[in-house]
C-alpha cells in the first residue's frame, strides 16, 4: 500500500521523506522527523507511534540499527510493521515484519533508504535509491520528488495511487516542507512534485518571516506593505 524514500543532504544538514500509498492521507500517519536526529518512516499496517519512540531513541544518541531494533523487538504487532530509520549519520536500518503485504522490498543507498509493500516489481525501490543518488548537488526536495518519480516510473504499486507527501526538516524545530495530497483521483505524486514547485520558490521566504519579520518579503496581498 505505500512506498517511501527517507534522504539525508549533508550540504544542507536536511532530513526528508517522500512517499505515496492507495490509502488516504499516507502522509499523516508515515513519516516522522525530527531537526538534527533523523527521519523514521512507519508503514504497512502503520503504528504512527513508532516514529515517535524510535525518534527519541535516536535523540540520546543510538543509531538507526539500535533503536529500530529495540523498538521493533518491544512491539508486539512486529510482523505486521514495515519501518526504515535514517538517523543523524546518514545510516540507516529497515525492518519488514513477516506480514508485510504482497511483494515488498527495501534498499539502502548513500544517505537514504527505500521501503515498499504491495508493490508491482522489486525493482520500484531499486529505482528510488538510484534516482536520489543520481545527483547529489539537488535540493534535498528535488531529490525526493525525483526518486518518488523514478519509483513509480518502474511500476509502482500493484494498485492505484491515491496520495502523496514530502516532510523536510532543517535546524528549526518546525518542518522546513509539509506537503500533502491527501487525495488525488489520477496523479497524486504528479500534483505532490506540482505542489513542490509552487513552494520550494517560497519555502525561504516563510522561515525568514518566522526568524526575522522585520527583513521578511511581502506576501504580495492587498494591504500588505
Known sequence: MTFSIAGFCPR????GIALSSSSMAVAAR???????VGAVSSQNVTLPSLGPQILARLAQGESAAAALEAVMT????????QVTVLDNQGHSAVFSGAYTLGIHHAQQGLHCVAAGNMLADKAVIA?????FGADPLQTLGDRLVQALQAGLQAGGEAGPIYSAGMKIVSSESWPLT???VDWHQQDAIGELARLWQQWQPQSE???TRALNPAQAPSYGVPGDE
Open 30 to 36: 508515515c513519516p516522522w522527523l525530527m531537526s538534527g
Open 178 to 180: 509539509d506537503l500533502r
Open 74 to 81: 518491544a512491539e508486539p504487532y512486529a510482523d505486521w510493521r
Open 12 to 15: 544542507s544538514g536536511q532530513y
Open 205 to 207: 521566504a516563510y522561515l
Open 127 to 131: 529505482a528510488m535509491v538510484s534516482a
